[in-house]
């Protein structure tokens, strides 16, 4: 069966749906936890033997059975580690840029609050200075005025 050919970046294969650009990282994992689980078990099951002592070829005996029941537990390990950590890693990096997002329009609205507010005092400004320079007087309250009726 031919291969699907995508350029979508969530291009999935694999039993257990791992994304093909983390397929290194989950192969890493997967390797390492059996590594680990199997010369664990190994170890377990020759120490755990009777009085005489093993010969080679029941410990390597011991050995593959060790490394084939472990693939079982390995394999969905190393799918949780790889794709858990990724998840939690887009979501604190999704918390961060939402909240540097909101910060950055806590801003804008408080620089647009100061030019509208700067505006209206110009506005003001120049009314009062048309009036004084057209001999009228000028009886307008002042913004600050009308923004705490």
Known sequence: MAARVSNNRNDRRNAFDVIVRHIGWFLTVFYTLWALFTGLLSYARVMTAEDPPLA???????AIIAAAATVGIAFPLAFGIVEGVRMVLAEFRKRFYREEGREEGREEGRKEGREERDRIWREWNQRRLQAEHDGVAFNEPTPDADASD
């Open 56 to 62: 080679w070829t029941e410990i390597a005996i011991i």
